[in-house]
């Protein structure tokens, strides 16, 4: 599975990227939403995890500007403890999942179990 991984914090993506990479799948990065949704266009990945906080532009825009050009792109949103708002709005927008941080590898071998 090719997966785009969008944070603002490098180590975030470095700890999503890895363990995902052990589980044998291809990962990409993206530091902000607006590179997010660039990158989404170019590489066309099966999933995207995608951070709420950010700058440039926040992952529920870019939730909203992915989901917009591709209806079925499958994101996933990670977000820090008491940002439960922000996730609601993101399952709003699109989003099909989410992951909290700190996440536990356990918890993201749930949510690609459960995508296939």
Do not use: C, W
Request: proline share 3%; glycine share 6%; no cysteine.
């Amino acid at each position: 599975m090719r997966v785009l991984v969008v944070d603002d914090a490098k180590f975030m993506r470095l700890t999503l990227g890895n363990i995902l990479k052990k589980h044998g799948h291809e990962v990409f990065e993206a530091e902000n939403g607006a590179d997010a949704v660039a990158k989404y266009h170019e590489i066309q990945p099966d999933l995207v995890t995608m951070d709420i906080t950010m700058p440039e532009m926040d992952g529920l825009e870019a939730v909203k500007r992915i989901k917009a050009v591709d209806p079925k792109a499958k994101i996933v949103m990670v977000s820090a403890m008491g940002q439960k708002d922000y996730v609601i709005e993101a399952i709003q927008s699109g989003a099909i999942d989410f992951i909290i941080k700190p996440f536990q590898e356990e918890r993201i071998r749930e949510v690609l179990k459960r995508l296939g």
